[in-house]
Each structure stands twice: as structure tokens, then as C-alpha cells.
Nanobody, 119 residues
């Protein structure tokens, strides 16, 4: 069974930093693509950062240059370093992965971690 558990959220002032962690079980992150999404109140969930099994990274335009996604394969953990935080970064942040088994797609989500940026 795949489980994703996020941590590291909290309250931070504008310009501050946070580092989110997503510990995975039931999968090996070094052979799976992993993503971070966020959902602000009243808005749709959006992709923030994505890292492939090969280590290729992609970011939403709104976080480029401020956020960095990485993997710690030894700990089976995906990290999201967030710097220069803005009020508009306030949201619940979710870890995600997807598996395709015998042609069926399975999406897995963590429970989310709240990030609040105060001005």
C-alpha cells in the first residue's frame, strides 16, 4: 500500500523559508515521478513542482527561482525547499505520485500540510 506523509508546514513571515518533507512508503521514489501540489481556499489544486525518476525538475512559473524540489533516496523522502515566501504561497501543500499497473492509473496523495505566509 502506497502512503505519502507530508510535514514541515507552518506559519512564516513574508520573505521567510520553509522546507517540506514527504516520506513515502510502498514505493521507491528513485524509480517514480513525484510531485508537490498546493490548494488555496477557493482555488483549484495546482502543480507546484515535479521531479522525475531521472531527476528532471519542473516548476510552476509562480515559484521558479524560489522553490527547489529534491529527493533523498536513502530516506525515501521528497523535499520542497521554499524560499522568499509570499502571501500568495499560502495553501495546503500535497505530495503526489502516480503508478500505472496493467494499464490502470493510480494517483496517490498525502494528507497535506498547511503553509501560511503572513504579511
Amino acid at each position: 500500500q502506497v502512503q505519502l506523509v507530508e510535514s514541515g508546514g507552518g506559519l512564516v513571515q513574508v520573505g521567510g523559508s520553509l522546507k517540506l518533507s514527504c516520506v513515502a512508503s510502498g514505493i521507491f521514489i528513485n524509480i517514480n515521478d513525484m510531485g508537490w501540489y498546493r490548494q488555496a481556499p477557493g482555488k483549484q489544486r495546482e502543480l507546484v513542482a515535479h521531479i522525475t525518476s531521472f531527476g528532471t525538475r519542473n516548476y510552476a512559473d509562480s515559484v521558479k527561482g524560489r522553490f527547489t524540489v529534491s529527493k533523498d533516496n536513502a530516506k525515501n523522502t521528497v523535499l520542497l525547499q521554499m524560499n522568499s515566501l509570499k502571501p500568495e504561497d499560502t495553501a495546503i501543500y500535497y505530495c503526489h505520485t502516480r503508478r500505472v499497473i496493467v494499464g490502470i492509473t493510480y494517483d496517490y496523495w498525502g494528507q497535506g500540510t498547511q503553509v501560511t505566509v503572513s504579511s
